[in-house]
């Protein structure tokens, strides 16, 4: 089994920060790429920001500037440290990863539960 857990999500107020956390446990060989999924009430879920196993980083627009993607290899975690946050930051934040459980080299997907964040006044 493997697991993804976040943390760190929360209540903010416009311009504030908040840094999400993603730990992946269970029965790991491999991570490939690691992500964070934005979904906002009635909208569709968005890619807001991925990192390689190599450490190349990617962020859709609305973020590029305001959002820092980074992971720890050695203990399989990934963050989003998110400044100057804004209402239409809402949503609740989801950590994927590709994870291989053995020398295959065969990935799957996988989705933590989810964290809530509000920028609010």
């Known amino acids: 089994q493997v697991q993804l857990v976040e943390s760190g999500g929360g209540l903010v107020q416009p311009g504030g920060s908040l840094r999400l956390s993603c730990a992946a446990s269970g029965s790991i060989f491999s991570i490939n790429s690691m992500n964070w999924f934005r979904q906002a009430p009635g909208k569709q879920r968005e890619l807001v920001a991925g990192?390689?196993?190599?450490?190349?980083?990617h962020y859709v627009d609305s973020v590029k500037g305001r959002f820092t993607i980074s992971r720890d290899n050695a203990r399989n975690r990934v963050y989003l440290q998110m400044n100057s946050l804004k209402p239409e930051d809402t949503a609740v934040y989801y950590c994927n990863s590709l994870i291989s459980r053995d020398f295959s080299g065969t990935y799957t997907d996988y989705w933590g539960q989810g964290t809530q964040v509000t920028v609010s006044s």
């Open positions: 990192i390689t196993s190599g450490g190349t980083t």
